[in-house]
């Protein structure tokens, strides 16, 4: 049998993971760093399949930890992918109210935004014609961000990852499966090794409520999956907007609605989605694969309810979101934003995600914010969804912050 010993073990290689690594260097506090993943690459799960939108920072309450760290994260995440040239498309955002009644969201949007640091200015019908002429405002104003931006996000994963080990971090890639004993800082992985802690974080994303769990820690949170589907536009599309479109967010449900993304290829390929629909299973990105049909049952159990109770305006997520998988509804929600677009003009994309969204039970609300959890000798970190991937530098110092009285290290 073998063993190891580190002063910070890190579960999950996605970008939170990744950076909490890059803060603990940065920073001089220890380089004796081994992170643990379960699949033989990086990028297989959220921080490889997502949007890949640096978002700047106007859709969360000021106070919370999202409004914390977005807009600094966004800030450090460019000029990192800048410095190293890697793709980046400063395509910035334009958002509009597909309904005259959502007017006063932008008011809400553009308030919050300054409160978290960003940057919005608000544009009349006229200025959206002429700056952004695909897309439709239903009141007679919309808002743009000029700090939004794109990058490749596996790109991104792998650099971040090549860095690191060159500076000495241990990779442990492909080991599925451990057990802990947070009592003697050790986790005893399926190949027999032990590997000894001085203090672990969790950042397994979609397995996080799990882990945690092993752990005794977050019992009142279950994971509730919602899958994002994206659909493209065609090459030959007559239209090919330069800028991000969003709709309007409902701000009760963390889902940021239908919304078109240039890539940040050099040809930009224009992407719509991601749908939020329910996934039966943490990891069922396609068909029938990884349906774990006992928590695809409690979920729906826990969603009817909630469509039951209305609690935080839920039956308006459902009746505008829950079926976008299906194109003709797709289709509608698309238009709300950009008018022209028909059925003809997309085709179904193969990127497919699947946000790592918990659920409080003890409150019976979907969780907004990010999750910092203490655990023995252990931080959990649960729900990073959206922007986590966005502020990952500036949230990993966060959470780095809450350890480091427990970090005990040297
Ligand atoms: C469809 C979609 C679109 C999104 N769009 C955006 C966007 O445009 N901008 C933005 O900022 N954010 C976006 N997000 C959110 C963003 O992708 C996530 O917040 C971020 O990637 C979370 O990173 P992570 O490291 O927590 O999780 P992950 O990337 O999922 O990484 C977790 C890692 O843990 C590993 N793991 C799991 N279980 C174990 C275990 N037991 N042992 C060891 N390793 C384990 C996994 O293999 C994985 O590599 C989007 C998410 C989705 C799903």
Redesign the pocket.
């Known amino acids: 049998m073998s063993s190891g010993n580190c002063d910070v073990l890190i ?9 909490i690594a890059h803060q603990l260097l940065q920073r001089g506090i220890t380089s004796s760093i081994t992170i ?4 033989p690459e ?14 700047a920072g106007l859709y969360y309450k000021p106070g919370s930890i999202k409004a914390q760290v ?1 807009v600094e994260g ?1 800030r450090r995440l460019r000029s990192w992918v800048q410095e190293r040239g890697l793709p980046l498309n400063p395509c910035g955002k334009v958002i509009v109210p597909p309904r005259a009644e959502l007017d006063a969201q932008l008011d809400v949007l553009a308030e919050r935004g300054k409160a978290n640091g960003a940057e919005v200015e608000f544009w009349d019908a006229d200025q959206l014609q002429d700056l952004v002429p695909e897309a439709r405002t239903a009141s007679g104003r919309a808002l743009w961000s000029p700090n939004t931006a ?1 990058v490749k ?1 596996i790109s991104v ?1 792998r650099r971040l990852r090549q860095e690191l080990t060159d500076r000495g971090v241990k990779m442990l890639q492909g ?4 057990k802990a004993r947070p009592e003697q800082q050790q986790l005893a992985l399926s190949d027999g090794t032990e590997l000894t802690y001085g203090h672990l974080f969790n ?6 409520d ?2 945690a769990k092993a752990f005794g820690t977050g019992d009142q949170y279950t994971l509730l999956p ?3 589907l ?1 659909w493209q536009l065609k090459a030959n599309c007559p239209f090919q907007p330069r800028t991000n479109i969003y709709p309007v967010p409902d701000l009760s449900v963390p889902f940021l609605g239908v919304h078109f ?1 240039p890539s940040a290829d050099t040809t930009p390929v224009v992407s719509i ?2 749908t939020a629909t329910v996934a039966f299973g943490r990891e069922n990105y396609r068909g029938l694969e990884a349906v774990e049909p006992g928590m695809a049952a409690a979920n729906i159990g826990v969603l009817a309810r909630q469509y039951l109770t209305n609690r935080g305006g839920f039956r308006r997520y459902v009746h505008e979101q829950a079926f976008l998988a299906l194109p003709p509804l797709l289709i509608r929600a698309a238009q709300e934003v950009i008018p022209a677009v028909k059925p003809e003009h997309i085709e179904l994309s193969q ?6 969204q918990l659920f409080n039970r003890t409150t019976e609300r979907l969780q907004d914010d990010f999750l910092c959890l203490p655990g023995p000798c252990s931080t959990h ?1 649960l729900n ?9 530098f500036a949230l990993a110092d966060l959470i780095i912050d809450l350890a480091v009285p427990e970090l005990n290290l040297g």
């Open positions: 579960l999950g290689g996605g970008m939170v993971g990744l950076s643990l993943d379960k699949e990086l990028g297989l799960h959220s921080s490889g399949r997502n949007s890949g939108v640096l978002h977005c966004a794109v996000p994963v080991l599925q499966g451990f950042c397994t994303g979609l397995q996080a799990r882990v919602f899958k994002g994206y993304t989605g991601p990127k497919v995600g699947i946000r790592s970190v990073a969804i959206s922007p986590a991937f966005t502020a990952s």
